[in-house]
Nanobody
Framework: VQLQASGGGLVQAGGSLRLSCAAS????????MGWFRQAPGKEREFVAA????????YNTGSVKGRFTISRDNAKNTVFLQMNSLKPEDTAVYYCAASSRYYATGVGDYNYWGQGTQVTVSS
C-alpha cells in the first residue's frame, strides 16, 4: 500500500488548509484511515481517524471543532479539512491506513504516507 499525502503549506493563523491522502495498491477497504502529526522534538500525535462507514474520532484536546476528517472510498482517498489554524498546529502531517475497523494509536496503523508539512505563522 502506498499513501501519498498532499495539501500542506504555509498559512497565517486563522486560515485553512485541506490535506488529501490517496491510497494505491492493495487497500484495506474496510479499515480505518487516520491523520497524525509530529512537531519537531515531539512524539507523533493522533489527530483524527475515520472508519470505512464514516464514523469519526478526533483528538478532542487539540483539534475537535476545527478539523474535519472525511473519506471517499471509491477513490481510496482521505481528507483533513483544517480551519482556524493556530501556530501550535505546525507539524508534519502523516496519513495512515489500518486493517482495523477502529484505530487511534500509532501502533494500530499498518501503512504510512511520507508526510506533508503544515506551517502556521502567527
Amino acid at each position: 500500500v502506498q499513501l501519498q499525502a498532499s495539501g500542506g503549506g504555509l498559512v497565517q493563523a486563522g486560515g485553512s488548509l485541506r490535506l488529501s491522502c490517496a491510497a494505491s495498491g492493495h487497500t484495506f477497504s474496510s479499515g480505518a484511515m487516520g491523520w497524525f502529526r509530529q512537531a519537531p522534538g515531539k512524539e507523533r500525535e493522533f489527530v483524527a481517524a475515520i472508519s470505512w462507514y464514516g464514523g469519526t474520532t478526533y483528538n478532542t484536546g487539540s483539534v475537535k471543532g476545527r478539523f474535519t476528517i472525511s473519506r471517499d472510498n471509491a477513490k481510496n482517498t482521505v481528507f483533513l479539512q483544517m480551519n482556524s489554524l493556530k501556530p501550535e498546529d505546525t507539524a508534519v502531517y502523516y496519513c495512515a491506513a489500518s486493517s482495523r475497523y477502529y484505530a487511534t494509536g500509532v501502533g494500530d496503523y499498518n501503512y504510512w504516507g511520507q508526510g506533508t508539512q503544515v506551517t502556521v505563522s502567527s
